[in-house]
């Protein structure tokens, strides 16, 4: 079992970047696949990035495509996201996520964070 917690989050103008960090709990981190989501007020929890096991492999939403960057450094048990050039449109509540996987996916995590809230103003 992992237990997650996140931070980072804030007020950012449009085009400002924020870093939002998750810590992981247990010894058994790099067993896990990693992921970060988002759900904005009145929308569904979206998929926005996640990392292989080892962090060698990334994949994205095309909507943070070339703007965003997750990364993982399973020495210190915690997992990044940078997000650059943010608009508007990214306020959200952002999670941290795990699942036990070989493989990247975009669904179907077991173990989730609080949540950070990021609030991007025009």
């Known amino acids: 079992q992992v237990q997650l917690v996140e931070s980072g989050g804030g007020l950012v103008q449009a085009g400002g970047s924020l870093r939002l960090s998750c810590a992981a709990s247990?010894?058994?981190?790099?067993?896990?696949?990693m992921g970060w989501f988002r759900q904005a007020p009145g929308k569904e929890r979206e998929f926005v990035a996640g990392?292989?096991?080892?962090?060698?492999?990334?994949t994205y939403a095309d909507s943070v495509k070339g703007r965003f960057t997750i990364s993982r450094d399973n020495f210190k048990n915690a997992v990044y996201l940078q997000m650059n050039s943010l608009k508007p449109e990214d306020t959200a509540v952002y999670y941290c996520?795990?699942?036990?996987?070989?493989?990247?996916?975009?669904?179907?995590?077991?173990?989730w964070g609080q949540g950070t809230q990021v609030t991007v103003s025009s």
């Open positions: 990392v292989s096991r080892d962090g060698g492999s990334t």
């Open positions: 247990g010894r058994t981190f790099s067993m896990y696949t």
């Open positions: 996520a795990a699942r036990l996987s070989v493989v990247i996916t975009t669904t179907n995590y077991n173990y």
